[in-house]
């Protein structure tokens, strides 16, 4: 059975930074693209962060580029989510997925607030 457990959201004042996890199980790990995702209130779910299997190669959302850096562990199955320089505009309820086999975790939410 597949399991993603996200954690590490919590609330932020802008300008600061936040880790986020994703702990995978029921699949092997290591031979697949992970990526992070993120919807706001109100708006559609967008691709925020993606890290290709061995972590050689990692695109991000314009909107988060220089900011946001996704890594990989693959011995510990666990992606991460380093988010720096937070703004408002971040809130959103972030989620892991594993594009290669559609499997989405539960959610973790971030929420920027001054």
């Not at 995702?37 to 050689?56: D, F, H, N, P, T």
Request: hydrophobic share 30%.
């Amino acid at each position: 059975q597949v399991r993603l457990v996200e954690s590490g959201g919590g609330v932020v004042q802008p300008g600061g930074s936040l880790r986020l996890s994703c702990e995978a199980s029921g699949f092997t790990f290591n031979t697949y693209t992970m990526s992070w995702y993120r919807q706001a209130l109100g708006k559609e779910r967008e691709l925020v962060a993606v890290i290709s299997r061995g972590g050689g190669s990692t695109d991000y959302a314009p909107s988060v580029k220089g900011r946001f850096t996704i890594s990989r562990d693959d011995v510990k199955s666990t992606v991460y989510l380093q988010m720096n320089n937070l703004q408002h505009e971040d809130t959103a309820v972030y989620y892991c997925m594993v594009p290669g086999g559609g499997y989405w975790g539960q959610g973790t939410q971030v929420t920027v607030s001054s």
